[in-house]
């Protein structure tokens, strides 16, 4: 049956894909947006790429009034705004929990205090951020969870997990839900903050409430002029304006990356499956690339073969060594499966970002970062 569903941040780069899906399945979409600079230029224009059967109201999260008016009548939520950005969220810190952590709270706050019966469910984009370091095995002590890796070690240039107890090398494994949450950036707290205030809000006031821990996402309409988004479309812009892709630590760090497509599958179960109310799920591949494998590929599909990653044996705070997703939970509970694979999707991006002008504003982040002395 058709619902009316609102998408925050509904003209960024997950949540535009979504509202593609949503009007497909005949739903009625409504979308709030501010349209960040950041994300979509200084001119803050609707993305040609918006669906044009949506309906769209341009404001703030924060703005009680104007997401007063958008939750009229909606019967679905999706809450995807946010501002996106480990390096950044460490430096511009009021920023970042203004948007997500308060953004969000005017939202709940919003459905605690005005009529909202119309409101079934609530699915928030949380993030894998949340983990900080992903789950491990040591030889000697089992399943261990290390946090932060010591400023000792990183001055050493010694990249990979020791185990707390024995500072044994440590196997990464893949994790689960269960893992505890320690999160080593503004951004990973905020995400974290979404989660757990959507959470108990929703339980709170009897609405359902789902949230979908996203791992690395790639594919079109990521701002390939935002230094701060994911490292597909970083590297993507430096490639494309003939600069060597910059590469923290070694390159072995490893992620889980995962197709914007198999994001909205995701978003769909959890919105039509009871099965996953007040529930947590990862939603990633299974499997885990290197940072320095993305670059090579991006180059050589790019046709730049004259570039070379440019590895500067840095550490970036923030930053985690290895995570990726163990997905059992959602495959179990919702009927989830990853159809896209990395070969595929990067095909895609590829054929997307070819078409794209990219400004590369990597390198005054970088020095950003290096100002403010969150490089070692």
Same mark, same amino acid.
């Given at each position: 049956m058709p619902k009316k569903v609102l998408v925050t941040g509904g003209a960024g780069f997950i949540g535009s894909h979504l509202v593609d899906k949503l009007i497909e399945l005949d739903h009625r979409v409504r979308v709030f947006d501010n349209l960040e600079p950041q994300v979509h230029g200084d001119k803050?224009?609707?993305?040609? =790429?918006?669906?044009?059967?949506?309906?769209?109201?341009?404001?703030?999260?924060?703005?009680?009034?104007?997401?007063?008016?958008?939750?009229?009548?909606?019967?679905?939520?999706?809450?995807?705004?946010?501002l996106v950005g480990v390096g950044q969220s460490m430096y511009e810190i009021e920023r970042y929990i203004e948007a997500n952590t308060l953004g969000t709270a005017n939202l709940l706050d919003i459905l605690a205090n005005e009529k909202h019966n119309s409101v079934e469910?609530?699915?928030?984009?949380?993030?894998?951020?949340? =983990?900080?370091?992903?789950? =491990?095995?040591?030889?000697?002590?089992?399943?261990?969870?290390?946090?932060?890796?010591?400023?000792?070690?990183?001055?050493?240039?010694?990249?990979?997990?020791?185990?707390?107890?024995?500072?044994r090398s440590l196997v990464c494994l893949a994790t689960d839900e269960d893992k505890p949450l320690y999160p080593t950036s503004v951004y990973a707290i905020s995400k974290r903050d979404q989660e757990e205030m959507c959470l108990n809000i929703g339980r709170a006031y009897g609405i359902p409430t789902v949230a979908l821990r996203y791992f690395n996402v790639y594919g079109p309409r990521q701002a390939l002029s935002n230094p701060y988004t994911g490292v597909a479309a970083i590297f993507s812009a430096r490639i494309k304006?003939?600069?060597?892709?910059?590469?923290f630590e070694d390159g072995l760090q490893s992620r889980d990356f995962i197709y914007v497509t198999d994001i909205v599958q995701a978003d769909i179960l959890a919105m039509e499956k009871e099965e996953a109310n007040f529930e947590v799920f990862n939603v990633g591949t299974g499997r885990k690339l290197t940072i320095l494998d993305i670059a090579n590929i991006l180059i050589e599909k790019l046709g730049k073969d004259e570039l070379h990653p440019e590895i500067v044996s840095k550490y970036r705070e923030g930053d985690i060594r290895h995570c990726y997703a163990d997905i059992s939970k959602i495959k179990e509970k919702l009927g989830y499966k990853p159809e896209v694979k990395f070969e595929e999707g990067i095909s895609k991006l590829i054929n997307w970002a070819k078409k794209q002008k990219a400004v590369d504003r990597f390198e005054k982040s970088k020095k950003e970062l290096e100002k403010k002395r969150l490089t070692i």
């Open positions: 803050q224009e609707i993305p040609n =790429y918006l669906n044009k059967e949506c309906e769209f109201i341009r404001g703030d999260i924060r703005s009680r009034e104007k997401l007063k008016r958008a939750l009229e009548g909606v019967e679905i939520i999706f809450h995807q705004a946010a469910k609530l699915i928030v984009a949380s993030s894998m951020s949340i =983990y900080g370091e992903g789950k =491990y095995s040591c030889k000697n002590c089992g399943i261990v969870f290390p946090k932060l890796r010591s400023l000792e070690q990183l001055r050493k240039r010694d990249w990979e997990m020791k185990c707390p107890i024995c500072r304006n003939h600069h060597n892709p910059i590469i």
